[in-house]
């Protein structure tokens, strides 16, 4: 179904949400609408959905004018939303999640649950949605889950599909079976409507694009005659370098080494399997891996905030095994945390205050129990000129900087002192792409000055610009390290998914020489 | 929207025309301001109170039969049903000032003629006499705030405090008053000091929420008192009531206006204490933990800082403080110098309000522990002027608190546009948080 919107505006106090906003999506089209967070994608579409009401202007539905008071409305008039973290109940099979809300029932009310069955079976047949109907969610994979959600919609017969941030969660392949089910989708005629900032995937898929920046629409772009660099720059406002530059890389002695480490999860389950791990002075090692793989509880049991259950830790030969936070920072280690508002940022304390939160307690910023504020405000206005960041004071609550800026307030903090090893765990998690480019600057500016860095992303791009060698984690268990050069995409994603046996067969039917032998180990422990 | 949900408020300062996708409100939580919008800060909390004394105002006026029975005659004659209440309302809140801070008048001709100085000056003595500890009991619950410790145990502290503080004062004898008195003080503090570490080591070591523990230990503060006030060490001579032995007079504070005012020094000890609090909470590393810790523990485990001794610690401070305030009613002489059943009497509870109203600040906490012994020493002179009952106080001092601690109500009745949550700082998030 055709939808439309015309002159939408939306104001918040103080913002301006969305400007005017006029988007067309054709039936059977697969419209992508590109922006960087906070550009207003999602208050455009919750406005779409019935969550909020545009102050101004009007949606369209297959040329009629509605106006939608609730998601209910949206839902009746053909507009399904699949979010970016799914709406579904763990401990419910797939039928019944689908059905929620919308349940059929027969005589004396009771559910007919052969028939919901059934027409769920129906749905994921007609449209290739691979789901078992009977499946508990809980026991499916995520790319599984986000079918689940896509059924969903189309079980309320949903014109209109709006997906947001699809991919975020998913593998390589998992991102491809999702656009094979979008194409399958847009071929019966619905309409979608593909929200994203990655620039790679709407170039794969869309039909058209809409580029929103600061609430407005900057442009449309047909992806035969768009590439990368100009749809960054229609995002952006302004020429960024997409490219990351970096030298080859000359790794000298090794600095962080981690032996057989095991490590429980919150819940007691063991998190990190026997994993051994090195990195080497000057290089970055890309610690590549789908979400939850062991992979944060690492970074954790390294940084000292979160007790190993066995193994060895070693930072430039010091014993750093369960060592406080405290002892690990002094040893020369910079963390940038994974979750940069909850563990790296006191969000109400000033910019000057985060950038002394873990020196505070050292000459200069302190005299004895004083506090030395002269020389922590002389510090943070050199730090905020040095490493740019955008804030109206260092006075301002560090809560109120844009995502980009507050990772920068980490980096500054944590590179602007002498460090062996620099552990960047999600570095541009949700950064907007000017922001991104700075980060990576910096972690390659700090291998080049001879920093061991790990660095840990669940976007194989960044894994795959800055990395020099890269370690593949599943469930625990570090599954292959390879040399940067000779990785694909392809390949790390088969070894993301687990499938690490016929991803090494299939790497060496290639012919690539480089393989290694043993899976658990790295090549550090090769070499020696 | 993950980003947003991590990040409630991604808006771009070199372009403030960017856009914030969505207003995350704070629910429930208690917010004070960084910085730029202190006056911002000051006008809930005057609204609050204005909002309370017009509610106390409605209750005066329905409490009062006289007034009541000239609204029977409302229809017919209405002004005069109004101007009654009016002038109920009036006299009673006219009385309450006039008992709390004096008539500017008296104590004019007091101060000129230098006669009746004592009758001139008693209600701002009783105003200073009744805020002093509750400073330092405000102190100690705001100190708690400050790290993310709710301190329910004020009462507690206090009690013990007191109990130690009235100890070394009646038992130890012939000490000249420098050494005596700093000691029964520092007694005080020992004794709160005790009481506060016990629920915050098992904090830190087991978990156990503060709130319960600081609750039940506050029972067990005052039947240790009751069972002392029964024990030769405590109990004075001759009496078979529950009253403790007088405090030496070597251990008493001094009072600050000669003896017929009960102004005693305890008020400076409270005012260098807020001071200190204030110095140890804004200019120490060991205050930057400390608040550090209160606004995102994770973040400050991260940062290298213990999380659990600085629960420790703070709650050792705290009871500490609290323990002042015992020392201070002791032996500043509020209660004849001796320990009573009803020592306590609630102060430890208000201070709780106190530090929600003081904002847990200590310049908010000399503040509001100020109006509050407004409230207590002009509620006296209020019944016996007008026989608005007493109680009407602790209503006024309820609907404080219930209007504190709902901004959003406040900000609804005064249409003021809800500051946006960026840039304010939550110091406490209730129970669970």
Do not use: C
């Amino acid at each position: 179904m055709r939808l439309e919107l015309r002159g939408i505006t939306k104001r918040f106090p103080g913002v301006l949400a969305n400007d005017r906003v006029d988007l067309t999506a054709e039936s059977g089209e697969i419209l992508a609408l590109l922006g960087e967070n906070g550009a207003g994608k999602t208050t455009l579409m919750n406005i779409l959905y019935g969550l909020y009401h545009a102050d101004e202007g009007e949606i369209l539905l297959g040329g009629k004018p509605v106006r939608f008071e609730s998601p209910g409305d949206a839902i009746a008039a053909g507009i399904g939303m699949v979010h970016q973290h799914f709406m579904l109940i763990p401990v419910f099979t797939v039928t019944e999640n689908v059905i929620l809300g919308v349940e059929e029932t027969g005589a004396l009310g009771l559910l007919d649950r052969q028939e919901a069955r059934r027409r769920v079976e129906d749905i994921s047949q007609r449209y290739g949605l691979a789901v078992d109907p009977d499946a508990m969610v809980e026991d499916l994979p995520v790319g599984v889950q986000q079918r689940v959600e896509i059924v969903k919609a189309l079980y309320r017969e949903a014109e209109v599909l709006i997906l947001d941030e699809p991919t975020a969660v998913l593998t390589p392949q998992e991102i491809e079976e999702l656009f094979r089910v979008m194409r399958s989708l847009k071929e019966t005629g619905k309409s979608i409507i593909f929200i994203t900032h990655k620039l790679k995937e709407v170039l794969a898929i869309a039909d058209r694009i809409t580029v929103v920046r600061r609430g407005k629409v900057v442009g449309s772009a047909l992806p035969r005659e768009a590439n990368e660099d100009k749809l960054a720059a229609m995002m952006v406002g302004r020429e960024v370098e997409l490219q990351v530059k970096k030298e080859e890389s000359s790794p000298g002695e090794p600095v962080l080494q981690v032996e057989d480490l095991t490590v429980l999860d919150d819940r007691g389950h063991v998190a990190v399997d026997g994993v051994s791990l090195e990195v080497r002075a000057g290089e970055v090692v890309g610690l590549a891996g789908v979400q939850g793989n062991g992979q944060t509880e690492l970074v954790e049991s390294i940084t000292g905030l979160r007790p190993p259950l066995t193994g060895r830790v070693r930072v430039a030969g010091q014993d750093l095994t369960g060592a406080r936070p405290r002892r690990v920072f002094l040893a020369g280690v910079a963390h940038i945390p994974e979750d940069r508002i909850e563990d790296g940022l006191v969000g109400d304390f000033s910019v000057a205050d985060n950038l002394v939160l873990n020196t505070y307690y050292l000459p200069p910023f302190a005299k004895g129990l004083r506090r030395d504020d002269v020389a922590i405000r002389t510090s943070a206005e050199d730090r905020v000129r040095q490493y740019d960041i955008r804030t109206p004071s260092i006075q301002t609550a560090v809560r109120t900087l844009s995502g980009g800026n507050q990772q920068k307030v980490i980096v500054a903090r944590e590179l602007s002192r002498p460090v062996e090893l620099l552990m960047a765990a999600q570095p541009t998690r949700g950064l907007d792409v000017g922001s991104i480019s700075y980060i990576h600057e910096q972690i390659v500016k700090a291998r080049d000055e001879g920093d061991a860095v790990l660095l840990v992303s669940t976007e194989l791009d960044e894994i795959l610009s800055l990395s020099d060698r890269i370690a593949v984690m599943y469930r625990g268990k570090v599954v292959a390290v390879i040399e940067a050069a000779s990785a694909t995409p392809e390949d790390l994603g088969l070894l993301m998914a687990g499938s690490a046996p016929a991803a090494s067969k299939g790497l060496s039917d290639r012919g690539r020489k480089d393989r290694r032998r043993d899976p658990g180990k790295a090549p550090g422990s090769e070499q020696g | 929207m993950s980003d947003q949900e991590r990040a409630p408020s991604p808006v771009d300062t070199d372009d403030r025309a960017a856009v914030q996708e969505e207003v995350v409100p704070t629910g429930g939580a208690i917010v004070a301001p960084t910085g730029e919008s202190r006056w911002r800060a000051l006008l809930v909390p005057a609204l609050a109170i204005l909002t309370a004394l017009i509610i106390g105002g409605l209750i005066i006026v329905f409490s009062d039969p006289d007034v009541l029975e000239q609204w029977t005659f409302f229809f017919s004659d209405p002004l005069t049903a109004l101007r009654a209440s009016w002038e109920a309302v009036f006299h009673a809140y006219q009385a309450l000032l006039t008992g709390s801070l004096g008539s500017p008048a008296a104590m004019w001709t007091a101060v000129s003629t230098g006669e009746g100085l004592v009758s001139a000056f008693r209600p701002l003595s009783e105003t200073v006499v009744a805020a002093t500890p509750l400073i330092l009991t405000g102190l100690s619950v705001a100190i708690g705030f400050r790290a993310g410790l709710f301190n329910i145990g004020a009462e507690g502290q206090l009690i013990v405090g007191a109990i130690f503080a009235g100890f070394v004062g009646f038992t130890l004898t012939g000490l000249p008053t420098v050494v005596h008195l700093p000691l029964a003080i520092l007694a005080g503090f020992l004794g709160g000091a005790v009481w506060g570490f016990v629920p915050g080591f098992l904090r830190a070591r087991t978990g156990a929420h503060e709130v319960i523990i600081t609750i039940m230990l506050n029972q067990v503060a005052l039947r240790l008192l009751d069972y002392l006030l029964r024990n030769p060490a405590f109990q004075r001579p001759g009496r078979t009531d529950p009253i403790s032995k007088p405090v030496e007079t070597t251990a008493q504070l001094p009072h600050l206006l000669g003896s017929s005012l009960r102004i005693h020094a305890g008020i400076i000890l409270a005012l260098v204490m807020a001071w200190v609090v204030w110095w140890l909470l804004f200019r120490t590393t060991r205050g930057f933990e400390f608040r550090a810790v209160g606004a995102n523990p994770d973040a400050a485990r991260y940062a290298g800082i213990s999380v659990p001794a600085t629960y420790i610690v703070v709650m050792t401070l705290a009871g500490g403080l609290a323990g002042l305030a015992g020392a201070s009613q002791l032996l500043g002489g509020v209660t004849l110098y001796s320990l009573t059943p009803g020592f306590a009497g609630g102060l430890g509870f208000d201070a709780i309000a106190l530090a929600l109203v003081g904002r847990a600040h200590p310049g908010g906490i000399v503040a509001a522990a100020f109006m509050f012994g407004i409230l207590r020493a002009g509620a006296t002179k209020m019944q016996a002027v007008t026989s608005t009952p007493v109680d009407i106080i602790v209503v006024i001092q309820a609907l404080v608190i219930v209007f504190i601690a709902a901004p959003a109500l406040v900000r609804a009745i005064y249409r003021i546009r809800a500051r946006r949550q960026v840039g304010a700082e939550v110091f406490t998030k209730g129970w669970g948080a």
